[in-house]
């Protein structure tokens, strides 16, 4: 690592850097380092703060890496042209590096919380101390000089992460009276991933107890965002356990989940395979179409992932037919998923889930183990995944114009290409000669979706 220049010292006592993190330190990125000394060189004074500090402790390597600074933002726009302010308000720069951005925030203390999402004001500040008395957990109110090796822990942060506990800074009502979403982020920050659950310290439950109502003013995009984060974690079952049982769940989901049983054990299920949105789908495979509708809708989700997941929860309840005509279709239309809906489904009837508004009582689980071995012993389509026979190729056999009995025609040849993995057009036309296509509906006819 590249010589780092000494910035402005803090105004509290530090404690000299572990190996452990000394060892992390020695390792920063190069874009980094320069953006630290350029920060030093102009008379600032610049710490890595947040969660940085608190991975490095845990011994797992930060996703991004925060700078506080004693310089206010129009200085730092100064020193740095190319920055872009991301958070005018409370003071956020982001510094372009080889490789991506860095927030850099000036310290500040907050004025008075009034609404329980935001501080009227904003004062910069010269002081880490005072920035650091603002922070939400012990955990993540620690800051680390780069240049000296110096970590300053004034909150015993390191002492909570050695016990694995999630306490407040100062007192835990004023923290969530300040912000409610800081609810959501004590469940996130006690997954430790491989280090398993945390548990939260006493006095901070009980605040969250009385004060889960604080979730109500607080915007769902940014209930969104850290839901989000919770279910993407490695023990995301524990967590959501956690909530439903403490009334938490019930402040942004449709219904009461604290007796919701079933399901909440199912999401204890071995889901390292599965993504946030098909996990949240699972969880929701309980409520009707209508539920997960309003629940997507409260919570602002994108049309994309609104999409993922009323798609996902459409295909609860149905399974394929085990011919490997149906399994080739079934695949084809679920790609990478099908094999995670199949485990799924089997999920959820180990758990005695019971599917909203669906039968799922109509197939066992060793139908569904069956259909995921055949999946998984099917050889790959040999057959180009578009249509061999295309609106033009159709309209010249059959003599049928544009419109949506051709449309349909033709996925019906599709869905056969695929079931049967046809490579040329000749047995396409072979098939066709054998299809009642002219008399009869063509609502009717096959199409490639599922559930059918």
Same mark, same amino acid.
């Given at each position: 690592m590249n010589k780092i220049i000494q910035g402005r010292k803090a105004d509290l006592d530090g404690l000299d850097c572990s190996k452990h993190i000394i060892d992390f330190l020695d390792d920063l990125p190069s874009d980094l380092v320069v953006i630290l000394n350029t920060i030093c060189e102009n008379g600032g004074g610049a710490w &890595? !703060?947040?969660?940085? !500090?608190? /991975?490095?402790?845990?011994?797992?390597?930060?996703? @991004?890496? @925060? &700078?506080? !600074? /004693?310089?206010?933002? /129009?200085?730092?726009?100064?020193? =740095?042209? /190319?920055?872009?302010?991301?958070?005018?308000? =409370?003071g956020t720069v982001s510094l372009r590096g080889s490789d991506g951005l860095y927030q850099a925030t000036t310290l500040r203390t907050d004025g008075e919380y009034t609404d329980g999402r935001r501080p009227e004001s904003v004062t910069w500040g010269m002081s880490l101390r005072g920035d650091l008395e603002r922070r939400d957990f012990t955990i993540n109110a620690m800051a680390v000089d780069v240049a000296r090796k110096v970590l300053y822990d004034p909150h015993d942060g390191r002492t909570d992460i050695s016990r694995g506990i999630i306490r407040a800074v100062g007192n835990a009502h004023q923290r969530l009276s300040e912000d409610g979403l800081r609810i959501m982020r004590a469940y996130r920050f006690a997954d430790r991933r491989g280090s398993g659950v945390w548990e939260i310290e006493h006095s901070l439950k009980q605040s969250i107890s009385q004060q889960k109502h604080m979730l109500d003013n607080v915007s769902r995009e940014r209930i969104w965002i850290e839901w989000q984060k919770i279910l993407g974690g490695q023990n995301s079952g524990k967590i959501i356990e956690k909530m439903a049982l403490e009334g938490i769940l019930d402040r942004f989901l449709v219904g009461e989940w604290s007796n919701k049983y079933l399901i909440i054990d199912a999401m204890k299920a071995n889901l390292d395979g599965f993504d946030k949105l098909e996990k949240f789908a699972l969880l929701l495979s309980i409520c009707s179409e209508k539920e997960v509708e309003i629940i997507c809708s409260n919570l602002k989700l994108s049309k994309r992932d609104r999409e993922t997941i009323q798609s996902i929860h459409m295909m609860f309840g149905a399974i394929p037919e085990k011919s490997k005509q149906s399994m080739r279709k079934y695949r084809f239309i679920l790609g990478e998923f099908a094999e995670k809906n199949l485990t799924l489904g089997i999920i959820i009837l180990k758990n005695n889930v019971k599917i909203n508004n669906k039968k799922s009582d109509h197939y066992s689980i060793d139908e569904l183990e069956e259909r995921l071995e055949i999946l998984l012993e099917l050889e790959e389509l040999k057959t180009n995944v578009q249509p061999l026979a295309d609106g033009n190729w159709i309209m010249n056999q059959t003599g049928l114009t544009k419109g949506i009995r051709l449309g349909r025609l033709k996925s019906w040849l599709h869905t056969i290409q695929i079931e049967r993995d046809i490579t040329n057009i000749s047995q396409i036309e072979r098939i066709l000669s054998t299809l009642s296509w002219e008399n009869s509906d063509f609502n009717n006819w096959p199409q490639l979706k599922f559930p059918p």
């Open positions: &890595i !703060v947040g969660g940085a !500090v608190r /991975d490095w402790m845990i011994g797992h390597k930060p996703n @991004d890496i @925060d &700078i506080a !600074v /004693d310089l206010t933002p /129009d200085e730092m726009l100064e020193i =740095f042209p /190319d920055a872009i302010l991301t958070g005018e308000e =409370f």
